[in-house]
């Protein structure tokens, strides 16, 4: 016979917080679902159901914003673990990394709008960018690399944000390989590249996936960036959504554009426990 499994009491310890937090989560989940029917307008107060905000929402500016966010998102996302995968390997042989890894994570706590400033002032008209490229004659005129509508600007500043996040799950990956089994290799013949793609690769390209996802999944829902840096048109989901309930006084769209915005993050935060454990389990042998 089975033996039925006894509760553990000490779980509702975690009640305090988890509840706390769950509590908000879904109420503020459920109210922006409700916004999204007509239900609880936050400015006139009026309930009432109805469709009007769903069947307007996949607009001409919804379906230009989704394509920049999804752009500006995905290759923010893959830049910056391009730019963090050799960076990370070349500290782990890197005899200064004591000093180098405190200065390349400096940004991750930099607050976004602040950054973004600091990124802007930088690449702007006439800024430290355009100045020096001048007076070297590489060019010209300046260059609009702020609020142009390929996102140029909010990509730099999402990799210039997100490579020092994935520098702490990568150089952690990396630092956690065995040494035995790297020598193993070498006794066996193997020489440096070879162990890089047969031994590092394959046990790091997990936490690579990982961290891609979300880091995708910060970019995506992100406001102060592309607010400060982003073009006017198209805007970014979060911009949109701004712009919607506070400009347009239409929250009830405003709540459509939360909620298909939420159901993308859900999406990707499925996705990445999934892969987790499908990688978990020997996946990515």
């Not at 006894?6 to 509590?23: D, K, M, T």
């Not at 400009?247 to 769209?253: G, K, M």
Request: charged residues 10%; glycine residues 8%; hydrophobic residues 50%.
């Amino acid at each position: 016979m089975k033996k039925k499994k006894r509760f553990e009491w000490g779980y509702l310890l975690l009640l305090p917080g988890l509840g706390y937090i769950g509590f908000f989560v879904v109420m503020s989940a459920g109210i922006m679902i409700a916004q999204s029917f007509g239900m609880y307008n936050a400015i006139t107060g009026e309930t009432a159901f109805t469709l009007e905000g769903w069947q307007g929402v996949f607009s001409k500016s919804f379906v230009d914003a989704l394509g920049f966010t999804l752009r500006t998102s995905v290759l923010s996302a893959l830049i910056s673990i391009a730019v963090t995968y050799p960076l990370a390997l070349l500290l782990q042989k890197s005899k200064a990394r004591k000093w180098l890894l405190p200065l390349i994570k400096i940004p991750y706590f930099v607050p976004g709008l602040v950054g973004s400033f600091l990124i802007v002032n930088l690449i702007d008209y006439h800024g430290l960018l355009n100045e020096v490229l001048m007076l070297l004659h590489i060019i010209s005129e300046p260059l609009r690399l702020r609020n142009d509508a390929n996102g140029i600007a909010v990509i730099a500043i999402h990799v210039w944000k997100n490579v020092p996040f994935m520098m702490i799950i990568m150089f952690s990956a990396i630092e956690g390989i065995r040494q035995d089994v790297k020598d193993c290799a070498r006794n066996l013949g193997a020489n440096s590249l070879q162990v890089l793609w047969h031994i590092t690769i394959p046990l790091t390209v997990s936490s690579a996936l990982v961290s891609v996802i979300l880091t995708f999944i910060r970019t995506f829902n992100d406001y102060a960036i592309s607010s400060t840096a982003g073009p006017m048109h198209p805007m970014s989901l979060a911009n949109l959504m701004k712009t919607t309930a506070y400009s347009y006084n239409d929250w009830i769209t405003a709540g459509c554009i939360g909620v298909l915005m939420t159901i993308v993050t859900v999406i990707f935060m499925v996705l990445y426990t999934v892969l987790g454990k499908y990688l978990q389990n020997g996946g990515g042998k």
